[in-house]
């Protein structure tokens, strides 16, 4: 048995080598990542939703292992701020968030055989002062064009931060520690053999 992530993120296949377990990365099939929604809750609802199609896309060719879909989005003052379409797109979200603090949710869905688990993962960031100049700086270099709220908090985006409520690592679309303490209940073992070298680190 392995470990099927169900994306094919950079980021997240770093993440997931910290658990110090075999896994694959699999490119989620045919699924529309589109959120309609009216209020928070509904939004949530349809992160998880969104969550468990990527991992059900897949099941069929993984039967056995444990698969993770995983969706992660960036809300402020209850707007969602996906990925920018364009660098106007990321300067207007980075003024948004600038001096203010802003939420970031992480969808995530665990398969085992019938076993089903989904869950919701918050954590807050609140971003210092950031001059335009500077926003304007890290649009060009095309780092936030891929990200939703158009940072990233693992690059230059980390020197925004001013304060973080929650897991870190759920900023970065992988809130590995929740998800290891799921997997341990599942009766997952991580003992000696778990290979915890140094190439799990991620920085």
Known sequence: MKLILASTSPRRRKLISLLGLPYESVSPKNVEECLNYSSISELLEGLKELSRKKAMSIISDHMGDIIIGADTIVVHDDKLLEKPNCEDDAIQYLKRLSGDTHNVYTG??????????????????????????IIRAYVRT?????????????DFG??????????????????????????????????????????GEIF
């Open 108 to 133: 995530v869905t665990l398969i085992k055989s019938n076993e089903h688990l989904s869950f919701i993962e918050k954590t807050y960031v609140t971003f210092r002062e950031i001059p335009e100049s």
């Open 158 to 199: 980390a020197l925004f931060v001013e304060k973080i409520s929650g897991d870190f690592y759920n900023v970065m679309g992988f809130p590995v520690g929740k998800i290891w303490e799921y997997l341990l209940k599942w009766g997952v073992s991580f003992d000696e053999e778990t290979d915890w070298s140094a190439k």
């Open 142 to 154: 095309g780092l936030p064009l891929d990200k939703a709220g158009a940072y990233g908090i693992q």
